[in-house]
């Protein structure tokens, strides 16, 4: 067990261009989560995926945000056109999904600077 | 809707003092409570939770947590402070029907020598 991890831990992009971000939760973890964390505040849920299928996503997911799981393991999420307001921490969670409240383990997340 | 009160934003113990973090909730359906703590740099871990059943829940690192519905709070409590405590910690409920998480806005915890 590896952990939660992300990459790239920190990205500095100029405002409209697009950024990736890659997660990659434990192995055999079904549930997988994103989160944006801006400064003084506390994580905000984005979206999550059971498996493959993405159950959910906030209000505060725009058009120019989106994420992919493929084949149920990693986890990518997108943002094109990306304005300053993006700026945050964007976290990652996995858990093992099917139990009740199945404890959430999160990677050190990536840290977005727009300019 | 589910939300999450953290009073104080910043809060500062003397090494060895009683750590209280205080924590109100709002929950329209018997809620499932979390604390979590967050290092420089690092993710997010999981202190304590409750689900259902005593409501004082012990967590590691010396933390518990004592859930109470008449009061709709859950603090964090800590006899004795340790200056390795110094982190932010974020208090967070959930209605249990998708894992998903509502943080309070975190309370960031100093030690003091």
């Known amino acids: 067990d590896t952990g939660v991890s992300q990459n790239p831990r920190h990205k500095i992009t100029k405002r409209g261009q697009n950024v990736t971000f890659r997660c990659d939760p434990i192995s055999e973890h079904n549930r997988l989560y994103w989160y944006r964390q801006t400064l003084g505040q506390g994580p905000e849920f984005l979206t999550y995926f059971q498996n493959e299928a993405q159950l959910e996503k906030s209000r505060l997911l725009s058009d120019r945000f989106s994420a992919e799981r493929p084949k149920g393991s990693f986890s990518t999420l997108e943002i094109q056109r990306t304005e300053q307001g993006d700026s945050a921490m964007y976290l990652c969670?996995?858990?093992?999904?099917?139990?009740?409240?199945?404890?959430?383990?999160f990677g050190p997340g990536t840290r977005l600077t727009v300019l | 809707a589910q939300s999450v009160t953290q009073l104080g934003s910043h809060v500062s113990v003397s090494e060895g003092a009683l750590v209280l973090l205080r924590c109100n909730y709002s929950?329209?359906?018997?809620?499932?409570l979390f604390w979590y703590v967050q290092y420089p740099n690092q993710g997010l871990q999981l202190l304590l939770k409750?689900?259902?059943?005593?409501?004082l829940v012990k967590g590691i690192n010396g933390f518990e947590a004592e859930f109470k519905k008449s009061e709709t709070s859950f603090h964090l409590t800590k006899p004795s402070a340790h200056m390795s405590d110094a982190a932010e910690y974020f208090c967070a409920v959930s209605d249990g029907r998708d894992d998903k998480i509502i943080f309070g806005k975190g309370t960031r915890l100093h030690i003091l020598p």
């Open positions: 969670a996995s858990s093992l999904g099917g139990g009740q409240i199945d404890t959430q383990y």
């Open positions: 929950s329209s359906v018997p809620p499932y």
């Open positions: 409750y689900t259902t059943g005593a409501t």
